[in-house]
C-alpha cells in the first residue's frame, strides 16, 4: 500500500484483517516508525488499532519486495511522481490499483492512463466506491467496485482475472467489492463527485438545503454520464457504487472533506481559513479544473463543475455563480431531447435562504 493516509491505511488494515501481510509506505520515516511501534496512525487514524501484519516502512524497495499487488493511495497530483519513484522497485507484472481519485490536471488523463504511461506492463485498475476511511477500518458494512479492464484470457477465466483476484483480497467481513470491467465509468465517477460534493458544500454552507442538495446529486450524475460516455465508459457504471454511490455518501454530511470545504466557503470562510489552516486533501479542488478542462476538450457540458471551477479558481463570486447556473436554460430530462424556446431573464438566488 502506497501512502500511509487515511485512506491507505484503512485499506491496508482490510487486507490485512483478511489474513494477507501489508506493506504500508509512508512519505515520512517518523510515521513509519510510529506506526510500527505504537500500532495505530497517530497523522492520519488515530485512535485506531492496527493488525499485526500492517508493517509500516519509508523505504520503497522494501515496501514492494515480494509484493504480489500494489495499491497507490497518495493524492491524485502526486500520481505520476509515485509511478516514477516506484518503477525502479515494482515486481514485473503485478497488478496496480488505484485507490486515489481524480484526472490528471497538466494532462487531462485519467489516473490509470498516468500509471500505464509510467508503469508500462502492468495490469492497471481502480478500488472505488462510497468508503469514508475510518468506518472502513472499523468494519463498518461497505461497499465498493473493484475496475480492470478484461482481456480475452480474463473472460474466459474470470476467476484468476485482476480484478477477482484484488476482490477476492479485499473481501472480508464488513467490506463487501463489487467487480466491474468498466474502469474508465469508475474513475470518472470517482473524479466527478468530489467536484459535485464541493458544489453541494457551497449551497449548504450558504444556507440552502434538502431541495437543493437533491437536485446537485442528481444533475451531478448526468454529469459524471456525459463524460463517462464521451470517454468510453458505460452509463450504467455511473449508477453503480463508484458513482452514485460515492456521489451520494460524499455529497450527505460534512464528514467528507470535498462537502467541508464547500460549506465552509458558503458560509464565507476564505480559503486560506478553512479546516483552520490545516492542509486537507481535498481532491475535487485540483479536479473541478482538470475535470471540466477534460469536459470541455471532449465537447461534454457540466455545469455544476464549472461553477465549482469559476468559484474556486477564477475569483467568481458564489451568489452570483450559482445564480447564473439555476438561471440556465431550461434543459430536457434525458438531455438528448432537442429543445428551444424562449426564457426569462436570470433571477438572483437569495443566499442565506429566504423565509
Ligand atoms: N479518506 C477517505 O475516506 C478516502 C480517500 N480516498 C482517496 O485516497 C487518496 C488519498 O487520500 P487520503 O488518504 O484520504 O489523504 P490523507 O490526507 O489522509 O493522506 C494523504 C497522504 O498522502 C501523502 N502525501 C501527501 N503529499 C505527498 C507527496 N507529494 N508524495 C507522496 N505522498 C504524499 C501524505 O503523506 C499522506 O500519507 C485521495 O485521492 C482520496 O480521494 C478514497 C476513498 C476514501
Ligand atoms: O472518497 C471518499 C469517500 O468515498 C472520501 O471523500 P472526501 O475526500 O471528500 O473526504
Given at each position: ?18 489474513g ?68 525502479p ?17 497538466r ?24 468508503t ?23 473472460r ?20 463487501r ?8 465509468g ?13 458544489a ?17 446529486i ?14 468510453g ?63 470541455r ?59
Amino acid at each position: 500500500m502506497l501512502g500511509a493516509g487515511s485512506w491507505g491505511t484503512a485499506l491496508a488494515t482490510v487486507i490485512a484483517r483478511n489474513g494477507h501481510d501489508a506493506a504500508l509506505w509512508a512519505r515520512r520515516p517518523d510515521l513509519a516508525e510510529a506506526i510500527n511501534r505504537h500500532r495505530e496512525n497517530p497523522d492520519y487514524l488515530d485512535g485506531f488499532a492496527l493488525p499485526d501484519r500492517i508493517t509500516a516502512t519509508a523505504d520503497l524497495a522494501t515496501a514492494l519486495d515480494g509484493a504480489k499487488a500494489a495499491l497507490l493511495a497518495t493524492p491524485s497530483s502526486t500520481l505520476r511522481g509515485m509511478c516514477q519513484a516506484i518503477a525502479p522497485y515494482i515486481p514485473e507484472g503485478i497488478p496496480i490499483a488505484l485507490a486515489c481519485k481524480g484526472v490528471e490536471k497538466r494532462t487531462g488523463l485519467l489516473l490509470s492512463e498516468v500509471v500505464s504511461e509510467e508503469l508500462p506492463g502492468h495490469p492497471v485498475g481502480a478500488v472505488s466506491g462510497p468508503t469514508f476511511a475510518r468506518e472502513t477500518a472499523l468494519d463498518h458494512p461497505t461497499a465498493a467496485t473493484v475496475a480492470f479492464p478484461f482481456s480475452y484470457a480474463d473472460r474466459l477465466d474470470p476467476g484468476r482475472s485482476p480484478a477477482a483476484r484484488m476482490a477476492l483480497t479485499l473481501s472480508g467481513s464488513g467490506f463487501r467489492p463489487y467487480v466491474s470491467d468498466d474502469l474508465v465509468g469508475v474513475e470518472v465517477g470517482g473524479a466527478v463527485k468530489n467536484v459535485i460534493a464541493i458544489a453541494c458544500g457551497i449551497m449548504s454552507g450558504a444556507g440552502f438545503a434538502e431541495n437543493t442538495r437533491a437536485a446537485l446529486i442528481t444533475r451531478g450524475i448526468d454529469e459524471m454520464k456525459l463524460l463517462a460516455t464521451a470517454l468510453g465508459g458505460r452509463r450504467e457504471t455511473v449508477t453503480g457504487l463508484s458513482g452514485a454511490g460515492d456521489l451520494t455518501l460524499t455529497c450527505s454530511s460534512t464528514t467528507s472533506r470535498n462537502m467541508s470545504l464547500g460549506h465552509q466557503l458558503g458560509q464565507g470562510i476564505p480559503r486560506p481559513n478553512c479546516f483552520d489552516g490545516r492542509p486537507t486533501v481535498v481532491e475535487g479542488e485540483v479536479n473541478a479544473i482538470s475535470v471540466t478542462d477534460l469536459a470541455r476538450r471532449v465537447g461534454v457540458p457540466m455545469p455544476i463543475c464549472e461553477t465549482v471551477n469559476a468559484v474556486l479558481h477564477q475569483g467568481a463570486d458564489i451568489r452570483q455563480a450559482f445564480s447564473a447556473l439555476w438561471a440556465r436554460p431550461i434543459e430536457a430530462e434525458p438531455f438528448a431531447l432537442d429543445l428551444s424556446f424562449d426564457h426569462p431573464a436570470p433571477q438572483t438566488l437569495q443566499i442565506g435562504g429566504s423565509s
